[in-house]
């Protein structure tokens, strides 16, 4: 294989405030109402199938691109160690392809073939998939997870994982139309409320220079607050429910540890996975696996936002002084208490609410954008005002008017629907019935989903529109390396073989040795630098023969 120069070298953002490299991973609760026996990674392996069959009808030359796990390496440890494969929990273990083959997913569903639109020429079911829009698709363990493209600003981050809502309903209706299998439901929440937890994991991209400890202590009392804005309640106390009641954050209970590389188990607050995805000695990828899955665009556009511009707060060195005490126990204090009264401890001493220390935040970014400029309403850039605008409206409206933070708020919007089914009907808070209302609220059937009920009759407020999330199933952002990898994919995807978020990989006839375009710099591979590349050719032949540098023919075999 021979690699190729990077696309054309791109730009920096600015510093200061809510814009960086980030993006989001949703892993999707599963289940098939007809058959509840049945196997969820093999119901999971059938919704990228059946996302794959969809794309067939609209791809260049097939199925869309297959990751290349070539540069995963999950066990690197931010603190400085790699962790040996063999101490390592099998979840741990990222950069290995799952493997489920057709014959097995038959005898689950108990028919004796499948059909091979779909599957590769092997007969294997498809699991793994790089989108024309940038995206990945893929079998996490027992779910279907949607890992969106990079995006430069909290605003992009909501609209391209909304896509990603899209992309797994458009799945859903092609298994539903199939009269042969059972209907699959995907849901957009993080437990089953079995002690069953999945994911809603970030990544920002921020400079590997700044001290790693640095990050913990500026970010550890943010965590553990921000639910109060980003969660998405939860019915139940406990990793098993068990106890009766409501609770602000969907993921809170399942946190044990402070700091630590585990995701699935042991989960803590700051991951430590030391996997850039980008130049390694330039960047360091935040991997942050604390947040719940938002329906609400609100509370997702101010989850991505103010985390952003506390990460600038952290690299200019000017986030609150501030050490909570027991921070795994704070972070579920401030869950369980939906009144948002609860005083947590902190080191100095004093106590204060989750409202408190999000203002403390809100207050240095506030001052941190005024002073670089970034947060201007009119020269600024363009985001972190908006940011900020929000970020203190909800907080107050969370202090002084519930009533209208819940269209906002999605722990409270949910909240404000279980209460009215429990004054009606008169029941207590582990009525089975309510345990339906929670699990409804999260279905990505806009006719079933409770949340796009609410959402259908404007008492749910908005960030973007449906055109903008349904034009970004197809199409990549335009600034940042998704562009390329995406538009490879859409224009040449009989000649992509494999792709990941570091390099695009092409087997073009003539030039005798696969071709691996790297893309390790986020801000490369644009629509304003590769876009004339992808209107001038038709062929992959002639595409890598401008962008090798050998005209616009491939060199001889």
Known sequence: MTAAPEPVAGGALPAGGAMRVMGAETEYGIHAPSAPTANATMMSARVVQ?????????AAGGAETRWDYTDEEPLHDARGWTVDRGAAHPSQLTDQPPVLDAEAVALAYGREELELDGQDESGTLLMNMVLGNGARLYVDHAHPEY????????????IWDAAGDLVGLAAVRRLSADPDLPPVNLYKNNTDNKSVSYGSHENYLMPRSVPFGDIVRGL???????QVVCGAGRLGLGQDSSTAGYQISQRADFFEAEVGLETTIRRPIINTRDEPHATADKYRRLHVIIGDANLSEVSNYLKFGTTAMVLSLIE?????????????KALQDISHDTSLKATVRLLDG??????????????????????????????????THDVLERWAEVLTQLDSDRAAAKSSVEWLAKLSLLEGYRQRDGLGWDDARLGLVDLQWADIRPEKGLYYRLLARNRMRRVVDDRTIAAAVGEPPA?????????????FGKDVVGASWDSVIFDVPGYGRLQRVPTREPLRGTKALTGGLFERYR??????GE???HNTAPPAA
């Not at 000017?318 to 921070?327: D, N, T």
């Not at 600034?479 to 224009?491: E, L, P, Q, V």
Request: one cysteine or more; glycine letters at 8%.
């Open 50 to 58: 059946a996302y794959a069959q969809v794309t067939r009808q609209r």
């Open 147 to 158: 890992s969106s493209p990079e995006v430069t600003n909290p605003r992009d981050a909501v």
């Open 220 to 226: 550890t009392p943010f965590f553990v607050s921000r």
């Open 316 to 328: 200019a060195g000017l986030a609150p002084k501030v050490e909570v005490f027991e921070p795994v």
């Open 350 to 383: 004093r106590r204060v609410t989750a409202l408190d220390l999000q203002w403390m935040y809100h207050e240095a970014a506030a001052k941190l954008a005024q002073d670089t400029g970034v947060g201007d309403a009119v020269d600024g850039d363009g985001h």
């Open 479 to 491: 600034d940042t390396r998704a562009y390329f990898r995406g538009k490879c994919i859409s224009s």
């Open 539 to 544: 062929e992959a032949g002639q595409f890598l």
């Open 547 to 549: 962008l090798l540098g």
